[in-house]
């Protein structure tokens, strides 16, 4: 149990275009869902804390109309990056956790993000 | 302010003798401590975790130890496999939230 399922896996895009990245929980409700960015050889990045039904809570330095984040239901969270530039290029991650065991964060598989 | 660091990024080991993966905190309100196995491309994979009541969790290879006086944790794999080649993060949380705060990472090689 506990898969969570990110789509897309590797996306390219124009500068200047929004890319939407998907991320469920399959066999689960994941009240919390997490968004993360790692850079080559560096640790996950937290960007972003989202509970269903709720705006999300954004890290510090993370912007908020850039990154956008809806948690519509309890297994569905989605990360859209508005006017993408060269500098967004980077690994986005997302994670879920359970009620019963929020301590426990299940990842996706990731999806790899390259703007021309 | 790094509060969770592992300063080997990366530990080469031969197979079948012991990996030790070591994992040192800072903020002494963190009460959940957990691994995670990460491949090239992919999301990291949860091993194993720990509360602060305990001192030792063990799931088949895999033994985490935390010490809370040293504020330090570590992963011991025994035996190590080669298809345990990945990077190793560990993290930490309070139990009260749910975030949590990552270690850079340690490459583990284990050669045949």
């Known amino acids: 149990g506990a898969v969570v399922s990110q789509h897309p896996s590797r996306v390219i895009c124009k500068s200047g275009t929004s890319v939407k990245i998907e991320c469920r929980s399959l066999?689960?409700?994941?009240?919390?869902m997490f968004w993360y960015r790692q850079f080559p050889k560096q640790s996950l990045m937290l960007m972003a804390t989202?509970?269903?039904?709720?705006?999300?809570?954004?890290e510090q330095g993370v912007e908020k109309d850039k990154f956008l984040i809806n948690h519509a239901s309890l297994t569905l969270s989605t990360l859209t990056v508005t006017s993408a530039h060269p500098e967004d290029s980077s690994f986005y991650i997302c994670?879920?956790?359970?009620?019963?065991?929020?301590?426990?964060?299940?990842f996706g598989a990731g999806t790899r993000l390259s703007v021309l | 302010d790094q509060q969770v660091k592992q300063n080997s990024p990366s530990l080469s080991v031969q197979e079948g003798r012991i990996s030790i993966l070591n994992c040192d905190y800072t903020n002494s309100m963190f009460d959940y401590f957990l691994w995670y196995k990460k491949y090239p491309a992919e999301g990291p994979t949860f091993l194993i975790s720990i509360s602060s009541i305990k001192d030792k969790n063990e799931d088949g290879r895999f033994t985490v130890f935390l010490n809370k006086s040293a504020k330090h944790l570590s992963l011991h794999i025994v035996p190590s496999q080669p298809g345990d080649s990945a990077v190793y993060f560990c993290a930490a949380s309070i139990t009260s939230g749910s975030r949590l705060t990552f270690g850079e990472g340690t490459q583990l090689t284990v050669n045949p």
């Open positions: 066999d689960f409700q994941a009240t919390t």
């Open positions: 994670s879920a956790s359970r009620q019963r065991a929020k301590n426990i964060q299940y």
């Open positions: 989202s509970n269903e039904g709720s705006k999300a809570t954004y």
